[in-house]
Every structure is written in structure tokens, then in C-alpha cells.
């Protein structure tokens, strides 16, 4: 028996597939027009991603975002918006969860960084990967990378008893309800609009205090 | 976004020396903001001085009753922080009505008073904007305004501070300490940091070029019922429309500040004294400057039915 929660087949390689079967030969790489007299600068790295040292002498323009997906191939990480207010990018840095996009690389120097692809596989889903599957919690999938990162840290963020914008009393715990959690995942949009199945989701989880 | 130079400093004293010796230089600490618009090129510029590792991110008593916030504490740890919830509610109120749990997890204290304008005009280098092109005029006087500022505002600039934090910063009458480029410690009230626009809306605070925030400094506490109520177009993740920061007595007495409608926290402490009269008689002299739009007119009834709102809570 298949376990219908377990993918068969990861959805990159799905996209890998699809996209070798409609190639078309590719245009040069571009690099970005620089203007006279502002010569890109290069600053050199190093932090662990997913438990991994890796050391990279960037562009100084190199979000933390780019450098995950473009530097390291870990294209789990979504690029949305670009901008902070979509989520999809979201990653877990020194056990917080931050927008990548809005963080530049090299100012991670000695940084610990936790991403999608490091938080779970096909094979050995992450309790909140198998959540979402189970709950129905995404129809496209592009914010979900960033929804499970921002929940894994956000239950951890009410077990260490940061309040929110909806705690009634800030001197006692916070609770994992659902309009705490509803209200402390306001950073990550999802346009299929699951929102939904994603509290179901996290709640299942919370329920189980994994 | 445009080639930039990057450097980390290590102390506050070697941070302000590197912004002196590189003119165009910006401090970078969450970078929420500051990246944002770099990659909008409203911001350009030629160097970066990472100040993340000063060690200004403790939270530690004061002397006199008070706490001193480190300039880098982020927006969490300052809203979490149980001295802040127990003494000074309404500062983790407003930090907890402002942004994402992801931007307060990078943003800092002092990078959250800095950060700059939402006005939609500012955003969009196609348009007329004083603010990021002096003289280039004001798209939103005669535009979209429905979010604007109402009190404090000039014929050349009508653009809100975005801040919820500054605002109960204001109320509670916190102070800023910074370094100067001389290598000099000065201490100013949060409410002399933001520069009325006037004729200049690109002159923002009253900091000088390359002086380095270190620290803000709250008085003792001042007791009573702490509340910040924040209006804005969606339930959560959403500038205000209006926002009411206020400290009430059992007596009635209290304060009030407010956010969402003038270019600098705004708070009269001339309002102060008609609290125990009521919203009506507070608010009318909170907007006694007014000068709306007809399209953001609606904020001024709004500030005195949320102070209102307040205000009965306040009683319980």
C-alpha cells in the first residue's frame, strides 16, 4: 500500500521533467546592465544552511533569497513579491523565521538558516509538510515552502510565550488557538486563498505539541 | 538596485567613524525597510555599514526607574519583553499591531523610527514627490489621499510616519540617545526626532549626517490602563487609518497620542488635560490644525470615535 500523504514523486522533479520537455535553447545569461562607474562589489560568506558550511563570495546586492535559490540551488524558498509583504520567501534564521528577501546575504556572516529542504524530504516528511498534505492546505503550492517555514517557528514563538497582536493578556502565556495563529500568519498570503486548510493544518499540529 | 560597498563595524564608536570617512554611507541593521527601497532605487546608496553586531541588543533598568531599549533590539524581543508587557503595555501593544511576525523578527528599535513614508507617491519614482525629489511637487495633494496625513502637514507634503511604535514612544514620553560622527553621546525626546515637512519634507528627522541612534530610553512607569487601538483597512498586517496609544488613570486623567495622520507621531499634551472631559473635547484639540483632503476628511470623526472607544475601555 501507497501512503497517500507521501508523494511519489517530489513536485521539482516534476517541474525539472516538464520544463526539459518544452526547452527551447536558451538565450545567454544576462547579467544586469551596470551603469558607468558603479562596479558591482563582491564580499565573501559563510553560514550553514540546513546543517551544511557553505561559503560564498556574492555581489553585495545578493539577498539571503537569491543566494539560497540562485548561489545554492535550494529552490524550495519562494521568490513572491520580493518586497516583505507576501511571505513565500520565508526561512528560519537562528531559530527565527525572517523574510529572505529582505535580508541581504552577507549580512548572515556566522548565521544558522533552516529552509524548506531542510526541514523535511518525501521520504521523511516534516510534521507540518505531512499536515498540509493531509489537510488540503495549498492548491498551487508556491507560498506553501513559506507557510510551513513560518509555522514551524510560529508554534515556537507562542511555546516561548511571545505575545500577539490578539493575546488578551499580556502578562499570561499565549494559547495556540486558531485566532492566534490565524492572526500571527497575517506575513504569508496565499492567492488560492487556503487559508482554510492551512489553520486546520497547524492547529492539527499544535494539537499534537510536535 | 545600484552597486553598493559593504562593511560590518564592531563597536558604535568605530561605526560612526566609518560613516565619517564615506560620505553616501547608510547604517543597515534589519534592513526591512532600507533593502526595500534600494531595490526601488529611492534609496542609493554607495556604501553599507552592517551595525547588527554593536551588542546594542539588551534591554537593562535604568537609574531612575526606567528602561534603556538597545537601538538593535528587534521589534519581538522588545514586545515580548516582560518588563515592557507588565510596566509600558501600550509599547508592546503598538509593536504588535505593526507589521508581520517575520518583519518584527528582523526589524530593530531604532530602524523601526527611521523607516520612511508609505505614501504610494514615495513609492513610485513615475510620480511628482518632494519627498524623494525635492521640488519635483506633491502627487498626492490633489491624487490619492484617502491614507494621508491630516494635522502637521505642508502645501508640500502630506505623507503619514508609519510607525506604531513611535507612537506610544511619544506618549510615554521616551527619549533617543545617539552617537555623533565627533564621537559625542546626546540624548533628544522622541518627539524632537521627526521634523515637521514645511518646505523641506525630505529632511526627515533632526539627526545629523552619519550620528548613529544607540538607544532609547523609557521613563518610569506610569501606571493605569495601557491601550493602543489601531484602525486600518484589513484585520492584521495593514498601516493604520487611525491609531489611538493611551496611558488612562482610575481618575480619568491620562494621555493620548496618535498615529496614522500626521507626519511625525502626534501627540498635544494641551489634549492630555480635556481627557477626563471626553474623546470630543480631546480630539478636537488632537485636530485643531486640521487641514484634510475631501478624500481623508473621514479621519477626523474617526480619531474621536476610536479615542472614544478607548476611552470606555479604558473604564472597563
Known amino acids: ?210 | 538596485m545600484r552597486a553598493f560597498t559593504y562593511e560590518r563595524a564592531r563597536s558604535a564608536a568605530e561605526a560612526v567613524a566609518m560613516a565619517a570617512r564615506t560620505p553616501g554611507a547608510r547604517f543597515i541593521a534589519g534592513g526591512t525597510n532600507l533593502l526595500d527601497l534600494m531595490k526601488l532605487e529611492i534609496e542609493t546608496p554607495a556604501h553599507l555599514i552592517d551595525v547588527n553586531r554593536l551588542g546594542l541588543d539588551r534591554i537593562e533598568p535604568t537609574a531612575d526607574g526606567g528602561l534603556r531599549i538597545g537601538a538593535l533590539v528587534r521589534n519581538t524581543d522588545l514586545a515580548a519583553d516582560p518588563r515592557v508587557r507588565r510596566d509600558y503595555g501600550v509599547l508592546s501593544r503598538a509593536l504588535l499591531a505593526g507589521a508581520s511576525g517575520q518583519l518584527r523578527n528582523r526589524a530593530t528599535t531604532a530602524g523601526n523610527l527611521l523607516q520612511r513614508t508609505r505614501c504610494p507617491y514615495f513609492y513610485d519614482t513615475n510620480q511628482p514627490c518632494n519627498k524623494r525629489a525635492p521640488g519635483s511637487g506633491c502627487g498626492a495633494l490633489d491624487g490619492f489621499s484617502r491614507a494621508h496625513a491630516v494635522v502637521g502637514v505642508s502645501d508640500a507634503c502630506i505623507a503619514t510616519h508609519p510607525s506604531d511604535m513611535a507612537v506610544a514612544l511619544r506618549l510615554l514620553d521616551a527619549s533617543v540617545g545617539t552617537l555623533q560622527s565627533n564621537g559625542e553621546a546626546r540624548r533628544l525626546p522622541v518627539a524632537d526626532l521627526h521634523r515637521a515637512p514645511g518646505e523641506t519634507p525630505h529632511l526627515e528627522t533632526t539627526l545629523a549626517a552619519g550620528e548613529l541612534i544607540t538607544a532609547v530610553v523609557l521613563p518610569k512607569p506610569l501606571g493605569g490602563v495601557h491601550l493602543y487601538r489601531k484602525v486600518r483597512d484589513r484585520a492584521s498586517y495593514a498601516f493604520a487609518l487611525v491609531s489611538v496609544a493611551a496611558v488612562v488613570q482610575p481618575d480619568g486623567s491620562g494621555r493620548v497620542a496618535l498615529g496614522g495622520v500626521a507626519p511625525k507621531p502626534w501627540r498635544r499634551e494641551a489634549a492630555d488635560v480635556e481627557l477626563p472631559r471626553g474623546a470630543k473635547a480631546a480630539a478636537a484639540v488632537l485636530l485643531a490644525e486640521a487641514r484634510p483632503t475631501d478624500q481623508n476628511a473621514f479621519k477626523l470623526p474617526l480619531v474621536e470615535r476610536t479615542l472614544g472607544a478607548v476611552l470606555a475601555e479604558a473604564k472597563g
Open chain 1, 1 to 210: 500500500m501507497t501512503d497517500p500523504c507521501q508523494p511519489q514523486i517530489s513536485r521539482r522533479d516534476l517541474l525539472i521533467a516538464s520544463a526539459a520537455a518544452t526547452a527551447t535553447p536558451a538565450a545567454a545569461a544576462a547579467g544586469p546592465q551596470e551603469l558607468a562607474g558603479e562596479a558591482p562589489a563582491q564580499a565573501t560568506v559563510a553560514f550553514e544552511v540546513n546543517g551544511a558550511q557553505r561559503t560564498l563570495t556574492l555581489d553585495t546586492r545578493t539577498t539571503l533569497l537569491d543566494a539560497l535559490r540562485e548561489h545554492l540551488q535550494l529552490t524550495g524558498t519562494k521568490k513572491g513579491c520580493d518586497h516583505g509583504q507576501c511571505g513565500a520567501c520565508t526561512v528560519i534564521v537562528d531559530g527565527r523565521r525572517i523574510n529572505a528577501c529582505l535580508s541581504l546575504a552577507v549580512m548572515h556572516e556566522g548565521s544558522r538558516i533552516t529552509t524548506i529542504e531542510g526541514l523535511g524530504a518525501a521520504e521523511t516528511l516534516h510534521p507540518l509538510q505531512a499536515a498540509f498534505i493531509r489537510h488540503d492546505g495549498f492548491q498551487c503550492g508556491y507560498c506553501t515552502p513559506g507557510q510551513i517555514c513560518s509555522a514551524v517557528a510560529m508554534l515556537e514563538e507562542i511555546a516561548a510565550g511571545i505575545p500577539s497582536h490578539v493575546t488578551a493578556d499580556l502578562t499570561a502565556p499565549p494559547q495556540p488557538t486558531a485566532e492566534e495563529m490565524r492572526e500571527r500568519m497575517s506575513g504569508n498570503l496565499c492567492r488560492c486563498g487556503a487559508y482554510a486548510n492551512i489553520i486546520a493544518a497547524i492547529a492539527a499540529v499544535a494539537r499534537r505539541g510536535t
